[in-house]
């Protein structure tokens, strides 16, 4: 018996985890319910707290105002709530999905197939990526209807900001699955980082409250740039020439961060092939 | 049949053994300890054969297996399976082998047994068509085609193997890597994979196995390897081993009592090579293994040593040896132990 078997390529591995992860999520219909409903609760303690501290007179929203260039402090702060609510979906799906493989005893499985295992993890980036796609329209819809969300600039220009801020997203999400998958241990983890982006990038806040020391740590996450610079666009309708900088920056740091992924994941890979712990809980 | 399916030399895999401080906020302990859990081994496995590869737990199957499936990279030593180097090459490894590790979780239950087979029908490169093709005929002869659109977590154990063993089958691999593939299964099912095992091996396959079940070893193999201690200490065709100990006679008895001193007694006795005992829930008697190498004049020896310890012999006969016997006999302990 002497069979020619093809090595297959990376996209039709990509391919076959993005079917897979999609027919899976949806035998699980519960979390796309709570996905809806979550985007709409988490901004709430954030616009009641700021009612709170504004009272009826309007004289803080000035204050406001000179310190983030509107008054509009819902869409302010929905912005920031989108891009963590983002971040906080590729931490827990994509950042976690090879410890999930892990978990479910299939990881061995899918590193018994003849294929790069960076496939494996670019499959489900594919998944997220068409998730967030389907999935930020809806959020930024449900805002509209719940919050009246008030868009100013260029909803092009928006989406460019998210399309160039994907790379360092992802570079982060590569570094993350591949440290979960060598400690092995994903909540604390993730509430950390989650932690870090909520305190450091100015989510409901502008940056100029922050201490210095803090203002400085912000400069060194990406989406500190991508917040800073969809607030830009929407709430005060700037030209692409305005937050060119911002773009520029993003791009550096997808380059940066992508590459620290995948020799964090060639590095992963080598240890757990090493000491044994690929398929270990 | 010409040549070797795999051919293992000199493989050797050792582990650092980190020393766990009792208390976390003492001082870290640097100390490692080095675990050799594979010690330089060499076999070859022929084209087309079955072989099984026996070891108490612990004893460095497992490692192996992975080591042969490209999952750990061995210390040192090399691993070539047909004609590619695992180690420097093992994507193109992996195009030859399927393989079937140990325990049931390694297909998806949230998905159907057709969706898992055509998932890593793809992960093999094969889609479309031929993808669904190979599915249809891996379910069929698998006997999960009446229930192959329900999801794996419905299955039986049995089912449930069945779809780890067509998934290993899908991209029809020269060679077949099975992990204790009936463990677990009630003795139908377990039936049915060997019968399964020995249809693949028709194909001309060459099948790698490791197994707790001594008569399924020897029923299926075409040559055994005993591993123990991480080193291989025999390696024969199955009635080649069990000659090898025809001059050992298997004195079975059957006891209405065991103690430690009496053990300590019957090993003192001149050519009694190993003992080995079990309790026999039904019978509520012990059952006691001796491996003697002089059959006809240890026997009374044995007797007066037993009866004069106030233990009543219930029952007493002298066996042909079984490759448990042999395994025994190599290593001191029975399989399953």
Redesign the interface.
Known sequence: ?????????VF??M??VF??EF??AF??PTWFISMLIWPILLPLGYVFTAKALSGTDTSSLVSFATLTGTSDYKTYMLIGTVMWSWMNSILWSFGTSLRVEQV???L?????????KISLLLGYSLFDMIFSIIYIPIIVLEFKLVYNFHFVGSPLLALLVLLVSIPAVYGIGFIFASLVMWVKEANSMVFLVRGMIMVFCGITYPLAVLPNWMRNVSKFIPITYSINALRAVITEGVSVGDIKSEIFILLIFGAVLMTLGLLAFNYTQ?RV????S??QY | MLGYAIEVNDLRKE??VKKKNEHFWKKKNKEKEIFVAVDNINFDVKK?EIFGFLGPNGAGKT?TI?MI?????PTSGTIIVNGENVVENP??A????G?V?A?E???????TGR?NLE??A??????GKKAREKTDYLLKRLELDKRADE?VEKYSTGMKQRVALA?ALI????ILILDEPTSGLDPQSARNLREIILEIKE???TIFLTTHYMEEADQLSDRIGIIDHGKIIALDTPQNLKNNLNKTNIINLELDNWTEDVLEKIKEIPAIENVTSKFNENTQNFEVKVHVSNGSETVSNLITSTISSGIKIINFRVEEPTLEDVFINLTGKSLRE
């Open positions: 018996m002497e069979t020619t078997i093809k090595k297959p390529s039709t591995a391919g076959a079917k897979k027919k899976i035998r699980y479910r005893g299939t061995e499985s899918n590193w018994l197939c003849p294929v790069p080598k092939k090493s000491s044994g690929l398929g | 582990f650092q087309g490692t992975k499936s490209t999952l750990l990279r994507i193109k992996l195009t030859n082998i393989t590790l325990g979780r390694s297909t998806y239950w949230k998905l969706e998932y890593f793809a992960m093999h490169g094969i889609t999801t998934k991209a029809e691999p020269n194909e001309g396959r």
